[in-house]
């Protein structure tokens, strides 16, 4: 596999590129990306029923990535041994003209600064609806970002809250 640059492929227009999944290498590589998000994001609901609010963050965290990182993939029809995404790699790749969606990064960005935090962040307590709002978010989130790369909805990302509408 070539190694590719970051910063090339994050500034062509998203609305340029056709997407092309005749190549089933990309295309599994994508759901590959969609199912982590979604393991992430059920075990981030499981983590919150026990009260483990940090590592729920951590996993919310894990999970929008994850399914930037299928963004990327499909945006760029292109594989990489490993997609390090930076914040400012997120907002390139997500904030679009077709979608601004720059609360998505800015709440993106909140969250991943809390679980790097020096300051120990997670030495603070956090409320259930706290989590519970956090959680809802993320989950948004991934549907949105599950709709830019899967045209099928039966091969979207599944929200969380569709079995347990109590949540919301």
Same mark, same amino acid.
Do not use: W
């Given at each position: 596999?070539?190694?590719?640059?970051?910063?090339?492929?994050?500034?062509?227009?998203?609305? =340029?590129?056709?997407? @092309?999944?005749?190549?089933?290498?990309?295309?599994? $590589?994508?759901?590959?990306?969609?199912?982590?998000?979604?393991?992430?994001?059920?075990?981030?609901?499981?983590?919150?029923?026990?009260?483990?609010?940090?590592? $729920?963050?951590?996993? $919310?965290?894990?999970?929008?990535? =994850?399914?930037?990182?299928?963004?990327? *993939? !499909?945006?760029?029809?292109?594989?990489?041994?490993?997609?390090?995404? =930076?914040?400012?790699? *997120?907002?390139?790749?997500?904030?679009?003209?077709? +979608?601004?969606?720059?609360?998505? %990064?800015?709440?993106?960005?909140?969250?991943?600064?809390?679980?790097?935090?020096?300051?120990?962040?997670?030495?603070?307590?956090?409320?259930?609806? +706290? %989590?519970?709002?956090?959680?809802?978010?993320?989950? !948004?989130?991934?549907? $949105?970002?599950?709709?830019?790369? *899967?045209?099928?909805?039966? +091969?979207?990302?599944? =929200?969380?809250?569709?079995? @347990?509408?109590?949540?919301?």
């Amino acid at each position: 596999m070539k190694n590719y640059s970051l910063s090339n492929h994050l500034h062509s227009d998203p609305d =340029s590129i056709q997407p @092309n999944h005749s190549d089933p290498n990309i295309l599994n $590589c994508m759901m590959d990306f969609q199912k982590l998000a979604q393991y992430q994001i059920k075990l981030a609901q499981i983590m919150r029923n026990y009260h483990q609010f940090h590592n $729920c963050l951590i996993l $919310c965290d894990r999970a929008m990535f =994850s399914l930037a990182k299928a963004v990327y *993939v !499909h945006r760029n029809q292109i594989i990489l041994s490993s997609i390090n995404l =930076s914040i400012t790699d *997120v907002l390139r790749l997500i904030h679009t003209d077709a +979608e601004p969606s720059l609360d998505m %990064v800015l709440f993106m960005g909140t969250v991943h600064y809390l679980i790097s935090a020096e300051d120990n962040a997670h030495n603070k307590p956090m409320k259930l609806e +706290e %989590v519970d709002r956090l959680l809802f978010r993320t989950d !948004h989130i991934l549907i $949105c970002l599950s709709r830019r790369i *899967v045209a099928d909805p039966a +091969e979207r990302y599944q =929200s969380i809250f569709k079995e @347990n509408q109590s949540m919301k």
